[in-house]
T-cell receptor, first 111, second 115 residues
Framework: EDQVTQSPEALRLQEGESSSLNCSYTVSGLRGLFWYRQDPGKGPEFLFT???AGEEKEKERLKATLTKKESFLHITAPKPEDSATYLC????????????FGEGTQLTVNP | NAGVMQNPRHLVRRRGQEARLRCSPMKGHSHVYWYRQLPEEGLKFMVYLQKENIIDESGMPKERFSAEFPKEGPSILRIQQVVRGDSAAYFC?????????????FGPGTRLTVL
């Protein structure tokens, strides 16, 4: 069974204080790992897809990396508008097209 | 350039009634996925459909739940005889193709409350 564990559950940062969110996964053959951002009362917003260990992708203050067992979402010099829940999901080769999500990390950035 | 559209955004039903949730995928997308987010829980896959076909319904409860994606019109998730435990946010996603090289884009969700 595919499993995704995100840590920490919640993270509180000061504006400008860089940090990382972790996503550990267990799948029988990773097809892709996805990061989404979810604001309260809204649907998940796509951020990144990573396909193989060693891959990195960046978008503004966010950088996602992937190893064979986990992914990190690095947030550099965050701003209050980065406050959201960040979701990690995996798609396994044996699970068709479905995504298996972690429970998310709730990030709060204080001004 | 509309994204994934869902309606209604909020739906209140009494126990035993039917709930019907609609999803219009992004323009050009022919693959639709439904996920459920229970309070304080993560998103859980329910069903994956292409036009007129159910491809994977392994996450769908065996009773009371059904889904369709007709040739014309939106995808429909139907919940019959709703119970309080069905209260949740239901999200629809769509993709251009069916593999991980095509991201799933989510709609704003329908929040179902069962009284």
């Amino acid at each position: 069974e595919d499993q995704v564990t995100q840590s920490p559950e919640a993270l509180r940062l000061q504006e400008g204080e860089s940090s990382s969110l972790n996503c550990s996964y267990t799948v029988s053959g990773l097809r892709g790992l996805f990061w989404y951002r979810q604001d309260p009362g809204k649907g998940p917003e796509f951020l990144f897809t990573l396909y193989s260990a060693g891959e990195e992708k960046e978008k503004e203050r966010l950088k996602a990396t992937l190893t064979k067992k986990e992914s990190f979402l690095h947030i550099t010099a965050p701003k209050p508008e980065d406050s959201a829940t960040y979701l990690c999901a995996v798609q396994a080769r044996t699970s068709g097209s479905r995504l298996t999500f972690g429970e998310g990390t709730q990030l709060t950035v204080n001004p | 350039n509309a994204g994934v559209m869902q309606n209604p955004r909020h739906l209140v039903r009494r126990r035993g009634q039917e709930a019907r949730l609609r999803c219009s995928p992004m323009k050009g997308h022919s693959h639709v996925y439904w996920y459920r987010q229970l309070p304080e829980e993560g998103l859980k896959f329910m069903v994956y459909l292409q036009k007129e076909n159910i491809i994977d319904e392994s996450g769908m409860p065996k009773e009371r739940f059904s889904a369709e994606f007709p040739k014309e019109g939106p995808s429909i998730l139907r919940i019959q005889q709703v119970v309080r435990g069905d209260s949740a946010a239901y999200f629809c996603a769509s993709s251009l193709l069916a593999n991980s090289y095509n991201e799933q884009f989510f709609g704003p969700g329908t929040r179902l409350t069962v009284l």
